[in-house]
């Protein structure tokens, strides 16, 4: 079975230091890891993917297929990255649903 | 593109009511997923349309629920007879394909409040 966890429910920083979102994985075969985030009852919107490597607004994340996990990094928060960041997976190629983890609350205190 | 469109963004029905959540998926794009998020939980997934057809409705509860999207006007998830149980936002998705490199894109959610 599929699973995604999120072992922080909240974590809070203060403006200016690093953050690293956990996530870890179980997967039978090759999956394909995705970060979205949702800010204050928005929409989720896809934050970065790792089959595509990028990095958006300062967010970065490496598959790590050894220690199933694809943390969440940014170097240096800010105010406005506050928000509820889900990781999710799915099959790398063909048909597959998402699969969420419960998220993870930042809250980046100036 | 107006992006996937939800309504009714808030909806308050009373135990045993009928609920009926819409979406239209974005210009282009013809599967349509729906996920139910409950308070403290991740999205969890409910079932994957496409017109006309239900592809996938492993996530759905076997008895009240069901989905529909027709070929024309906007997929529907309908509830019947709610629980409180039921109490959840529920986020419609969209993608132009199946293949992995199509991102989904997600509405805004309705949230279902069942008194």
């Known amino acids: 079975a599929q699973r995604v966890t999120q072992p922080e429910k909240l974590l809070s920083v203060f403006k200016g230091a690093p953050v690293e979102l956990k996530c870890n994985y179980s997967?039978?075969?090759?999956?394909?890891l995705f970060w979205y985030v949702q800010y204050s009852r928005q929409r989720l919107q896809l934050l970065l993917r790792?089959?595509s490597r990028e990095s958006i607004k300062g967010f970065t994340a490496d598959l790590n297929k050894g220690e199933t996990s694809f943390h969440l990094k940014k170097p240096f928060a800010q105010e406005e990255d506050s928000a509820m960041y889900y990781c999710?997976?799915?099959?790398?190629?063909?048909?597959?649903?998402?699969?969420f983890g419960k998220g993870t609350m930042l809250l980046v205190s100036p | 593109n107006a992006g996937v469109m939800q309504n009714p963004r808030h909806l308050v029905r009373r135990r045993g009511q009928e609920a009926r959540l819409r979406c239209s998926p974005m210009?282009?794009?013809?599967?349509v997923y729906w996920y139910r998020q409950l308070p403290e939980e991740g999205l969890k997934f409910m079932v994957y349309?496409?017109?006309?057809?239900?592809?996938?409705e492993s996530g759905m509860p076997k008895e009240r629920f069901s989905a529909e999207f027709p070929k024309e006007g906007p997929s529907i998830l309908r509830i019947q007879q709610v629980v409180r149980g039921d109490s959840a936002a529920y986020f419609c998705?969209?993608?132009?394909?199946?293949?992995?490199?199509?991102?989904?894109?997600f509405g805004e959610g309705s949230w279902l409040t069942v008194v």
């Open positions: 998705a969209s993608s132009p394909g199946t293949d992995s490199g199509n991102t989904i894109y």
């Open positions: 997967y039978s075969g090759s999956p394909e």
């Open positions: 790792h089959i």
């Open positions: 999710a997976l799915s099959r790398l190629s063909g048909y597959s649903t998402l699969t």
């Open positions: 210009k282009g794009h013809s599967h």
């Open positions: 349309l496409q017109k006309e057809n239900i592809i996938d």
